[in-house]
């Protein structure tokens, strides 16, 4: 039974359904992004672009982090258990900060190469191959994007957000490298742009491994939920009947879901059960209403009116 004073309760956001969904759009970006890897790194070399290579290079990685959040879903979306009370969202966490490291290496790497072979003679100008592997790339990972975005929209998914914008990167990286092949083609002598697109493709890199990792380093420091999201809860806590006002709410993320607990203020004379039944008001109300939220404590105090 319920502790007097408090109500907990609600259920981790993953379910069997979303998990299909996960692995579904998952498994499919995985198989576009080794296809991508393989095209662009052919037609790199066939095409003498170093930037596509590089950009290859990324769809390559895109696909070890597709590999570590069809490995990872299972162990995250397990139910909560004795040594892991308050499920296993951080699990996501961990993951969907592997993911923004993961491209943060490969920025960095093919930034220093893109610097190191500035001053490298060229072949000659990239090929017209070069370029249709590039804007092949483009609509492919845009599309996949999308899809992905949206669907991590819908299951409250960080892991697989940051996966969706893994395939944006991607995309936009091979904008500069199919830039770069015009301009080289129109004008030969400008063939040192091909290594100017590969350093503004890892740049690119960097700034969404940034966007993957930033947010992802303040959950494990456990940074409470912001002013706004706070405010919304709050009022959602007062429209419940019998509840009077209500102070030190306190809300986390962890993984996917959302760890809510707060003080509401009720009647006085109250009995234990009739405290009990607010509190338990509360959290139905807290989780019917905000899916996100899977646990909820709430603590009961007696409403000093003279005070107000």
């Known amino acids: 039974m319920t502790p007097y004073g408090s109500a907990t ?8 359904a979303n998990a299909r969904t996960l692995r579904r759009v998952t498994v ?17 070399i066939v095409g003498a672009s170093q930037a596509l290579v590089a950009d290859a290079v990324h769809s390559l990685s895109d696909s070890t982090t597709d590999l570590a959040i069809l490995i990872g879903a299972p162990y995250w979306s397990a139910p909560a258990d004795s040594n892991h009370p308050y ?17 943060a290496a490969v920025g960095v ?7 190191a072979t500035l001053k490298t003679p060229d072949l000659g100008p990239p090929g017209w191959s070069a370029f249709a592997a590039a804007c092949l790339s483009i609509i492919v990972k845009e599309g996949l994007y999308r899809w992905t975005a949206a669907a991590a929209a819908r299951i409250h998914s960080s892991a697989m957000a940051a996966n969706a914008w893994h395939h944006r990167s991607d995309a936009f990286s ?35 491994a940034w966007k993957i ?33 209500v102070h030190a709410l306190r809300a986390r993320h962890i993984g996917a879901g959302l760890q809510v607990d707060l003080h509401v203020l009720v009647e006085p004379d109250l009995t234990v059960r009739e405290g009990h039944d607010i509190a338990g008001a509360v959290r139905r109300r807290l989780t ?3 899916p996100t939220i899977y646990d909820v404590l709430v603590h009961i105090e007696p409403h000093d009116h003279g005070a107000s």
């Open 213 to 245: 990792a930033w947010p992802t380093l303040n959950e494990l420091a456990d940074r409470g939920a912001d002013a706004q999201e706070r405010k919304r809860l709050t009022a959602l806590a007062l429209e419940t009947p019998g509840v009077h006002a």
């Open 109 to 115: 790497g093919l930034g220093y190469n893109a610097v």
């Open 28 to 44: 499919w970006g995985l198989a576009a992004n080794l296809c991508l890897a393989a095209i662009k790194f052919v037609f790199g």
């Open 288 to 290: 019917d209403l905000e």
């Open 9 to 16: 309760g609600g259920m981790c956001p993953d379910t069997g």
């Open 174 to 208: 091979s904008v500069p490298v199919a830039i770069a092949v015009i301009a080289a083609r129109i004008a030969p002598d400008w063939s040192f742009l091909d290594h100017v697109a590969a350093l503004i493709v890892s740049l690119l890199i960097l700034q969404a």
């Open 87 to 103: 499920g296993h969202g951080r699990i996501e966490t961990m993951v969907t900060l592997a993911i923004g490291a993961a491209l």
